[in-house]
């Protein structure tokens, strides 16, 4: 995938380019469309030897999203396409033999698999034994973002969760005490940028983590706005860690300026999108709490929807 984009960092991505921008790339390439080449393209006709079937080909390892092949390497290959179900699903170049396919939904049945060389005849050889996988359902009901955490110093907090499928952009937003605690959350009496959880109320994030920046939010809504803008300043850099699926950020904020344990995780792109509020927010227009998706390990009040276990204040 390529990403064209006029826009700057560290967010480049926060706005759709002109039409102009794009058109603009478009007319530069032949006929106005972009091609994609297959590894046949590639071989370059009838200028060398068939390519023998590949052999071996084994199931290395599966998770929520994805899963992972190998092969042995066919005589006079110069690519490889894959087969998932019956259908072609990529090519690759011929010194590929190991590959990890994703877009699979967690839980999904088994899907079966095929790989077929393409020798510098520009033909596809037989295709290789067949194998077969599934993915792993996730822990949590369909949900994508689990074991929420959060430590909180003076000046300091330390945030976890596991992500278990990719995504374009995780985003961590912290926001004021009381957010959900005024009803409505009106964005028009607060700066902050509002992330909804049911049709009628949102969290204010004043604070926001996005690639290891810190920002702060500087939208104004002015007179007869209906949304407010997106609008951020750098505040420094923060400390983020990967390590498998869990996720850790190191914010140079605490509890000497607000409450850093009210915050929201985002995310967006590939997966399906989700929004984890942590505490869970109570109902204040009476609508169904399906569209919030909580942490666990707080103690909140009216916390209809959320996962099992969640201690309810009495």
């Not at 110093?153 to 976890?160: I, K, L, Q, R």
């Not at 399906?290 to 942490?295: K, L, N, T, V």
Request: proline share 7%; charged share 10%.
């Amino acid at each position: 995938m390529i990403q064209i984009t006029n826009d700057i960092m560290p967010n480049p991505y926060d706005n759709l380019p002109s039409d102009s921008y794009m058109q603009a790339h478009l007319n530069a390439v032949s006929g106005g469309q972009t091609k994609v080449a297959l590894a046949s393209d590639v071989a370059g006709g009838t200028d060398g030897g068939s390519a023998s079937a590949p052999g071996g080909l084994t199931v290395v390892s599966f998770e929520y999203t994805s899963v992972s092949l190998k092969w042995s390497a066919s005589a006079n290959a110069v690519g490889y396409n894959i087969y998932v179900n019956g259908k072609s699903a990529l090519s690759l170049t011929g010194d590929m033999t190991h590959v990890t396919i994703g877009n699979f939904l967690p839980g999904s049945g088994a899907s079966t698999f095929q790989v077929r060389a393409i020798g510098g005849d520009g033909f596809e050889s037989e295709g290789s034994n067949t194998v077969s996988s599934g993915t792993k359902p996730t822990p949590n009901k369909g949900r994508n973002i689990a074991n929420v955490k959060v430590s909180v110093s003076a000046t300091s907090t330390v945030y976890e969760a596991d992500i278990l499928a990719p995504y374009a952009f995780i985003r961590l937003y912290i926001g004021p005490p009381s957010m959900f605690n005024d009803p409505g959350c009106n964005w028009k009496d607060r700066s902050g940028w509002p992330v909804n959880f049911n049709q009628f109320d949102h969290f204010c994030g004043i604070y926001l983590i996005e690639n290891g920046a810190l920002f702060k939010y500087t939208g104004v809504v002015n007179p007869g706005d209906t949304n407010a803008p997106w609008s951020w300043a750098t505040m420094g850099e923060v400390q983020v860690q990967q390590t498998g699926y869990t996720w850790k950020w190191t914010v140079p904020i605490g509890s000497s300026t607000l409450d850093t344990e009210n915050f929201v995780i985002q995310t967006q792109g590939y997966g399906p999108a989700m929004n984890v509020f942590w505490p869970c927010p109570t109902l204040t227009g009476g609508v169904s709490g399906d569209g919030r998706y909580c942490g666990t390990n707080k103690c909140v009040p009216d916390c209809r929807g959320c996962p099992a276990g969640l201690p309810i204040c009495s």
